[in-house]
């Protein structure tokens, strides 16, 4: 395990009915570096034996003043995200990190991102670094970015990608929402009916899927049975799952 150390929790801010983003401020003398994709773990106060650990992706790339953002769901009932719900700024808080190997992949293809509710964090993380290379933006690579919520207000940071993918030519944004009539921009439906209907034409890519067990292993597979690719070829982030604990 890597070093605990400590921060102030600097900012809150509510996204959506259920997302709250929150702005730590380390107090290590130098910014912390990362990779988009990583994350660190917070050791949260709470729970029969504390510190309850749990682990949040960032939400920015690594910047100079060294300040971590970071978003997530309130789950109910959900002892880590119920206590950060209610967390001010002010509040001293201890993390480890930042790690993870869900980073952008050495590669020459495109990319498919497919997100949804909070894992669309990482991507955030990653598209922004990528809107900051100009060696990117030359190169001809695309990046198609699938992104669900049951509702369209629970589509964090959607005016943000809209605006990205109307300023870069390389993005090509699909927000969808199962339930409720679609506002201009998010269509009816789900991640797995745009996969359906374009991903296929989008071929030679890397996938990558982040958010829950419950979602990432479905459409996992999707990209096993029905476009080819072997299991290891598709990059996954499970939010519920045992490892990070
Ligand atoms: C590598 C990694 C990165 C993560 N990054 C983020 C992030 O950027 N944003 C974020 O919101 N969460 C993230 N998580 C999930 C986070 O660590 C917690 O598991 C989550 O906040 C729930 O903790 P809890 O104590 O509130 O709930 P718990 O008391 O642990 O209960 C969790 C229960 O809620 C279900 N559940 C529903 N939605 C989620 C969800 N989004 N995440 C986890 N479990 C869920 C689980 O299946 C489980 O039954 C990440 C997890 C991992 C392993």
Redesign the pocket.
Known sequence: MTDVQTAVLEAARVLAPD?REITLRPDAPAPLTYQPGQ?I??R?PV?EKPP?I??????TPASQDGRLT??????E????????WTAEPGLAMEFSGPV?N?TLPETDSDLVFVAQ???I??FRAMLHLLATDPAFGRSGRRVHLVYGTKRQEDLVYHEELAAMSRRVSWLDYHPVVLEGAPLDTAATGSESDVLAAHAATWIPFVPMV?????FTLPTRSFFMEQLGFERRAVKV?????P???
């Open positions: 997302v994350w773990s917070l949260l729970g309850l749990r682990a949040y992706s960032m939400a970071l978003c997530f769901d309130r789950i009932g959900g002892i880590g995200s119920e206590y950060l993870g869900f509710h909070t894992g964090v990482p982040c958010g829950v067990r419950e982030e499970n939010y519920n799952g490892a990070a604990r």
